[in-house]
């Protein structure tokens, strides 16, 4: 069914691509960019925990699964309630604040505004992170110092393949998985309805996590985790995790971030800017 201004698909209602990138530069990049310190500082500390859950729900559902296929697409799919909760109960996601550009490119905003946000929300997303993580180091559902359960090999697993990626490597994957995550969030904004929100949100973060992409925010929860379980257990375990270390860590999470944020401008970003935004 077709309307003057929206497209309804069998009940839920859809912005037409035109509309999406003027709300997108218009409102949005406006709203994010009005934000005070302290809004920024709760909405980033929530977004990092709401990714860092999602981890956590992926982390357990791909323990001890085979096969490889199926393993990746159920953490995929798990792992989406993160971004769900971030776009339907409000925080504010670095990743996705990469489409504030759009603002920037239509003068809707300075740059300066958008490397405020860009900054704090990044800063408070690490903390939300890291927060989160050693809350989980004291649950204990990992194991313990001298006994690791499948989930806790998983955490430690997991961390010790993100810190071992060259800069290229990691920076890559980077650029594809934030292509995925801005598109993710660009459907859920097409739609004005929550199951529409869900469902575009669903799809495309379930393919970015299981093509084995890189997502910044997201490791700043899966690193400092595997960092977290690797101090508290013995020695003997330890070292079979030689590689995963703070200065590798930060290595990735840093070559990560470039290529999220290199990645949605190239190909997302000035694109839909050429085709829906600049004044021909």
């Not at 909405?43 to 096969?67: D, W």
């Not at 798990?78 to 603002?103: D, K, Q």
């Not at 459907?187 to 199951?195: C, G, L, N, P």
Request: charged share 10%; hydrophobic share 55%.
């Amino acid at each position: 069914m077709v309307f003057k201004d929206k497209i309804g698909i069998e009940g839920i209602v859809l912005k037409k691509p035109s509309e999406i990138y003027k709300v997108l530069s218009e409102t949005i990049s406006v709203n994010k960019a009005r934000l005070s310190f302290v809004q920024m500082m709760f909405l980033g500390m929530l977004a990092g925990m709401f990714i860092g859950f999602g981890a956590i729900y992926a982390m357990i559902v791909m323990s001890g699964v085979e096969p490889f296929g199926i393993k990746k697409l159920l953490g995929g799919i798990v792992f989406s309630v993160g971004l769900m909760m971030i776009v339907i109960a409000g925080a504010e996601l670095f990743t996705g604040n990469v489409l504030m550009t759009f603002g920037v490119l239509t003068k809707k905003i300075s740059f300066k505004a958008l490397v405020r946000n860009w900054f704090w929300v990044y800063v408070f997303n690490f903390l939300g992170s890291i927060i989160l993580a050693w809350l989980l180091l004291k649950t204990y559902l990992w194991g313990n110092a001298t006994s690791l359960n499948e989930f806790g090999a998983t955490i430690l697993s997991i961390g010790s393949s993100k810190a071992t990626l060259s800069f290229s490597q990691a920076f890559f994957r980077g650029m594809l998985c934030n292509i995925l995550v801005n598109a993710a969030v660009i459907v859920s904004t097409a739609s004005e309805q929550v199951v529409g929100k869900i469902l575009g949100i669903l799809f495309v973060i379930s393919a970015f996590v299981a093509s084995g992409f890189e997502h910044s925010v997201a490791n700043m929860f899966f690193l400092p985790a595997a960092m977290f379980v690797k101090h508290a257990v013995s020695p003997d375990i330890a070292s079979n995790f030689a590689n995963l270390s703070w200065v590798n860590s930060l290595k990735n999470i840093l070559s990560v971030t470039i290529g999220n944020i290199v990645g949605p401008i190239v190909f997302i970003v000035l694109p839909y800017y050429f085709t829906y935004l600049r004044k021909h």
